[in-house]
C-alpha cells in the first residue's frame, strides 16, 4: 500500500498538532480502533513482520540487568515465533547516532533462545532506500527467524519530525514517504508496535505504519494500556516532580477528568504552584533564580506564563475540593537549606520541613481516602544524583510503600521515578512501576501517545 507525498504531508500535520488535530479523542478512542497482535494470527509462516522494538537498553551481564524492555518484547516475539514469522526488530539506542544495538541483539538472542543477528548499514539516507543485501537476507532467512537492524537514530531519516514544524512538511514528506514505502517494500508489510516507552517522533515509530497493509499493538504494549494506565486514569492522587515545567499542562488534562483530590508537586512543576498560592492567598514568594529572565534558556526557569498558568489550575483546582501540597522549604547549590530563596538561590532539592510536611499529607490521604484509591507517581524531587540533593526523593520513595501498605494502588511513571525506586526501595513497594516516563504521561496528560495516533491512522486506512 504506497502512500502518496501528498497523503504522507496530511499524516504528518495530525501528528504534529497532536491533541488540536482530534481534541475530542481519548485515549481509549485510540486504543479501541488499533488491532491487537492476535488479530494477525492468520499470517502465514514465513511473512515477514516488521517489529517496531523497545530495544532502548543496557544490557547488563546477566538476563536481568539492565533488558527490562527487551524482556517486555519476549511475549510478543515468541509468538511470531511460534507462528513461523520472521521478524525484523527495529528501534533506536539512546540519542546519539553512533550507539550500536549489538549487545541488545546478543542478549534478544538469550532471551529468546537463539541466534539473533544485527544487521549494520540497512538504509541509506542519501538515496532514502534500504538495502538490497537486507532484503536478501530476509528472503533467505528461515521461518521463525529473528532479525535486528541496527539503532534507526544512525539514520537522519528517523530524527527529521523532532523539531519539524508544519511549514516543513512539504519539504520532508516525499522523503518520509520513500522511506516508508521503501519499509514496505523491501522489509515487510506487516507492521507491530512493541515499544511502549518510544513516545517520540521518531520515523520508525509515526511514519512507518502510512504504508503497511496491516498493523498491529504489541501483547505487551496493549497490556500497559489496556490494564494499569486505565487504573491511573482514575486517580486519586498525582505525584507531578522533576524539572519540566511542562508538566503543567499533564496536571490540568488530570485535573479535568475529574477524579483528582490531591496533588503532590516538587521541582520546577511544585515553584510554579508554590508562587501561585502566594499570588492567590497575598503571601507573594521568591523563586529565586528559576524566575529571573537571565536564565530563560536553562530548563528549570519558570516564565510569567507558566505561573498564571499555575494560578488557573489552583484555583479550578480548589473549586474542586484539590488539596495541594507543595515544598515549605529548599536546598539551594551550596546544600544550605531556606524557607526563602533570595533572587539568586536555585532550588535543588526539598528541605527538612518540606520531607515532613509531604509525610504528614500522605498520612492525611491515606485515613481518607481508604482502600481501593490511586496514586500515581512521576519524577524525583531533587538532583538526586548527587548525594547532597538526594533527601528529598530518598525520603519520598518510603512514603510509597507507606500508602500501598495502607491500602492505596500506588503507579510509578517509570523514567526517573523507577530509576529512584530501583535505588531507594524495592519493586513490590507500589503496585506497579511502567517503564516509560515521557509515554505515560502523554498518556495521562495533555498530549495524546504520537504512535497510538499513527497506529490509528494506519487502521483505520
Given at each position: 500500500?504506497?502512500?502518496?507525498?501528498?497523503?504522507?504531508?496530511?499524516?504528518?500535520?495530525?501528528?504534529?498538532?497532536?491533541?488540536?488535530?482530534?481534541?475530542?479523542?481519548?485515549?481509549?478512542?485510540?486504543?479501541?480502533?488499533?488491532?491487537?497482535?492476535?488479530?494477525?494470527?492468520?499470517?502465514?509462516?514465513?511473512?515477514?513482520?516488521?517489529v517496531?522494538?523497545?530495544?532502548?537498553?543496557?544490557?547488563g551481564?546477566?538476563?536481568?540487568?539492565?533488558?527490562?524492555?527487551?524482556?517486555?518484547?519476549?511475549?510478543?516475539?515468541?509468538?511470531?515465533?511460534?507462528?513461523?514469522?520472521?521478524?525484523?526488530?527495529?528501534?533506536?539506542?539512546?540519542?546519539?547516532?553512533?550507539?550500536?544495538?549489538?549487545?541488545?541483539?546478543?542478549?534478544?538472542?538469550?532471551?529468546?533462545?537463539?541466534d539473533?543477528?544485527?544487521?549494520?548499514?540497512?538504509?541509506?539516507?542519501?538515496?532514502?532506500?534500504?538495502?538490497?543485501?537486507?532484503?536478501?537476507?530476509?528472503?533467505?532467512?528461515?521461518?521463525?527467524?529473528v532479525?535486528?537492524?541496527?539503532?534507526?537514530?544512525?539514520?537522519?531519516?528517523?530524527?527529521?519530525?523532532?523539531?519539524?514544524?508544519?511549514?516543513?512538511?512539504?519539504?520532508l514528506?516525499?522523503?518520509?514517504a520513500?522511506?516508508?514505502?521503501q519499509?514496505?517494500?523491501?522489509i515487510a508489510?506487516?507492521?507491530?508496535?512493541?515499544?511502549?516507552?518510544?513516545?517520540?517522533?521518531?520515523?520508525?515509530?509515526?511514519v512507518?505504519?502510512a504504508?503497511?497493509?496491516?498493523?498491529?499493538?504489541?501483547?505487551y504494549?496493549?497490556?500497559?494500556?489496556?490494564?494499569?494506565?486505565?487504573?491511573?486514569?482514575?486517580?486519586?492522587?498525582?505525584?507531578?516532580?522533576?524539572?519540566?515545567?511542562?508538566?503543567?499542562?499533564?496536571?490540568?488534562?488530570?485535573?479535568?477528568?475529574?477524579?483528582?483530590?490531591?496533588?503532590?508537586?516538587s521541582?520546577?512543576?511544585?515553584?510554579?504552584?508554590?508562587?501561585?498560592?502566594?499570588?492567590?492567598?497575598?503571601?507573594?514568594?521568591?523563586?529565586?533564580?528559576?524566575?529571573?529572565?537571565?536564565?530563560?534558556?536553562?530548563?528549570w526557569?519558570?516564565?510569567?506564563?507558566?505561573?498564571?498558568?499555575?494560578?488557573?489550575?489552583?484555583?479550578?483546582?480548589?473549586?474542586?475540593?484539590?488539596?495541594?501540597?507543595?515544598?515549605?522549604?529548599?536546598?539551594?547549590?551550596?546544600?544550605?537549606?531556606?524557607?526563602?530563596?533570595?533572587p539568586?538561590?536555585?532550588?535543588?532539592d526539598?528541605?527538612?520541613?518540606?520531607?515532613?510536611?509531604?509525610?504528614?499529607?500522605?498520612?492525611?490521604?491515606i485515613?481518607?481516602?481508604?482502600?481501593g484509591?490511586?496514586?500515581?507517581?512521576?519524577?524525583?524531587?531533587?538532583?538526586?544524583?548527587?548525594?547532597?540533593?538526594?533527601a528529598?526523593?530518598?525520603a519520598?520513595?518510603?512514603?510509597?510503600?507507606?500508602?500501598?501498605?495502607?491500602?492505596?494502588?500506588?503507579?510509578?511513571?517509570?523514567?526517573?521515578?523507577?530509576?529512584?525506586?530501583?535505588?531507594?526501595?524495592?519493586?513490590?513497594?507500589?503496585?506497579?512501576?511502567?517503564?516509560?516516563?515521557?509515554?505515560?504521561?502523554?498518556?495521562?496528560?495533555?498530549?495524546?501517545?504520537?504512535?497510538?495516533v499513527?497506529?490509528?491512522?494506519?487502521?483505520?486506512?
Amino acid at each position: 500500500m504506497a502512500v502518496s507525498d501528498a497523503s504522507l504531508q496530511t499524516w504528518c500535520e495530525t501528528l504534529l498538532r497532536g491533541r488540536a488535530a482530534s481534541p475530542d479523542m481519548s485515549l481509549n478512542d485510540y486504543l479501541g480502533a488499533i488491532p491487537r497482535l492476535e488479530s494477525l494470527a492468520d499470517l502465514p509462516a514465513g511473512t515477514p513482520v516488521l517489529v517496531r522494538g523497545d530495544v532502548d537498553a543496557k544490557p547488563g551481564a546477566t538476563i536481568g540487568e539492565g533488558d527490562i524492555r527487551l524482556r517486555s518484547m519476549v511475549e510478543s516475539l515468541k509468538y511470531g515465533i511460534g507462528k513461523g514469522w520472521k521478524q525484523i526488530v527495529f528501534g533506536h539506542i539512546g540519542r546519539e547516532p553512533e550507539k550500536s544495538l549489538d549487545k541488545v541483539a546478543k542478549r534478544l538472542g538469550e532471551l529468546l533462545g537463539c541466534d539473533v543477528p544485527l544487521v549494520d548499514n540497512w538504509y541509506d539516507d542519501a538515496t532514502g532506500e534500504v538495502s538490497d543485501s537486507l532484503t536478501g537476507q530476509i528472503a533467505t532467512a528461515a521461518p521463525g527467524s529473528v532479525i535486528v537492524l541496527q539503532n534507526t537514530r544512525k539514520y537522519e531519516i528517523e530524527r527529521v519530525l523532532w523539531k519539524a514544524k508544519e511549514t516543513d512538511l512539504p519539504q520532508l514528506a516525499p522523503r518520509l514517504a520513500k522511506f516508508a514505502n521503501q519499509l514496505a517494500e523491501k522489509i515487510a508489510k506487516v507492521y507491530v508496535n512493541e515499544a511502549f516507552s518510544a513516545g517520540s517522533l521518531d520515523a520508525s515509530s509515526v511514519v512507518a505504519p502510512a504504508s503497511m497493509e496491516r498493523v498491529a499493538l504489541g501483547r505487551y504494549a496493549a497490556g500497559e494500556f489496556d490494564g494499569p494506565m486505565q487504573r491511573c486514569l482514575k486517580a486519586d492522587l498525582a505525584v507531578f516532580s522533576g524539572i519540566k515545567i511542562d508538566k503543567l499542562d499533564d496536571m490540568e488534562a488530570m485535573i479535568a477528568r475529574g477524579t483528582i483530590k490531591q496533588i503532590f508537586a516538587s521541582g520546577s512543576l511544585a515553584m510554579a504552584i508554590r508562587k501561585a498560592i502566594g499570588q492567590l492567598d497575598g503571601a507573594p514568594i521568591s523563586l529565586g533564580a528559576a524566575e529571573d529572565p537571565a536564565n530563560s534558556g536553562a530548563p528549570w526557569y519558570i516564565p510569567p506564563a507558566r505561573v498564571e498558568q499555575a494560578k488557573a489550575i489552583v484555583a479550578d483546582g480548589r473549586e474542586k475540593g484539590i488539596t495541594f501540597t507543595v515544598p515549605c522549604d529548599s536546598v539551594i547549590e551550596d546544600g544550605s537549606t531556606k524557607d526563602e530563596l533570595s533572587p539568586r538561590d536555585q532550588q535543588l532539592d526539598i528541605g527538612p520541613k518540606s520531607i515532613k510536611h509531604f509525610s504528614e499529607a500522605v498520612g492525611t490521604f491515606i485515613e481518607n481516602a481508604g482502600k481501593g484509591a490511586v496514586a500515581f507517581h512521576n519524577g524525583v524531587f531533587g538532583v538526586f544524583e548527587d548525594p547532597r540533593f538526594e533527601a528529598g526523593t530518598k525520603a519520598w520513595i518510603p512514603e510509597l510503600k507507606r500508602m500501598k501498605q495502607g491500602g492505596v494502588e500506588v503507579y510509578v511513571g517509570g523514567g526517573e521515578g523507577g530509576k529512584a525506586l530501583e535505588k531507594y526501595g524495592e519493586p513490590d513497594w507500589v503496585t506497579h512501576c511502567f517503564t516509560a516516563g515521557g509515554t505515560v504521561l502523554n498518556a495521562l496528560g495533555s498530549e495524546p501517545v504520537p504512535y497510538l495516533v499513527a497506529l490509528h491512522a494506519a487502521a483505520r486506512t
